[in-house]
């Protein structure tokens, strides 16, 4: 029993390249959210998904898009990236009620 | 606006000593308070979590209390160990929907021998 697992750990852009972030969990949870943590900040929601097929937008979703085509899996996508993209994103999931889990994080630079 | 602050920002305490962070919240309508520990480099931990009639939570060395009414939270570690080195996140709640969750910015506890 994996829990949230998050592929990629560390990730090194340039500005204006794509990339997808993948999150995967493993306990059949309904609700699954991207968040992005910056220092000095609070977790930031970026978009969330309620179940499969459906997705929502967070407090900082400009620059982001998220699809949830399987239940287990929610990808953050970044069209063009930008140097204020550079942060560490957190996939969290949890039951319709419940606790959030985690992941262990990805950490970003756009250079 | 709904807001999180915890104070302090830092602490260094000694192993074996005990330490207690605060957290005051202006989130409504408030729905439950968790405490999260997340080590450096890792995702948040659950640690605690309390609804509005709950006033105090433990989880082994971690005794976590509420007081709705002033809209404060506390999280006050026993005989701190150097394991508990983390920042610890407090988490309020709102009804609704999906649950919406205000994090706040963290207490980053460094425990020195």
């Known amino acids: 029993n994996a829990g949230v697992t998050q592929t990629p750990k560390f990730r090194v852009l340039k500005t204006g390249q794509s990339m997808t972030l993948l999150c995967a969990q493993d306990m059949n949870h309904e609700y699954m959210y991207w968040y992005r943590q910056d220092p000095g900040m609070g977790l930031r929601l970026i978009h969330y998904?309620?179940?499969?097929?459906?997705?929502a937008k967070g407090e900082v979703p400009d620059g982001y898009n998220v699809s949830r085509l399987k239940k287990q899996n929610f990808l953050l996508g970044l069209e063009s990236a930008a140097p204020s993209q550079t942060s560490v994103y957190f996939c969290a999931s949890r039951p319709r009620t419940g606790e959030l889990f985690f992941g262990e994080g990805s950490r970003l630079t756009v250079l | 606006k709904n807001q999180v602050e915890q104070s302090p920002q830092s602490l260094i305490i000694l192993e074996g000593k005990n330490c207690t962070l605060q957290c005051n919240y202006t989130v409504s309508p408030f729905s439950n308070l968790r405490w999260y520990k997340q080590d450096t480099g890792r995702g948040p931990v659950s640690l605690t979590i309390m609804t509005f009639s709950e006033n105090t939570k433990s989880n082994g060395r971690y005794t976590a209390t509420l007081d709705a009414d002033t809209k404060q939270s506390s999280l006050h570690i026993t005989a701190s160990q150097l394991s508990d080195s983390a920042s610890y996140i407090c988490?309020?709640?709102?009804?609704?929907?999906?649950?919406?969750?205000?994090f706040g910015t963290g207490t980053k506890l460094q425990v020195i021998p």
């Open positions: 998904s309620v179940g499969e097929g459906t997705t």
């Open positions: 988490v309020v709640g709102l009804s609704g929907g999906y649950q919406k969750v205000t």
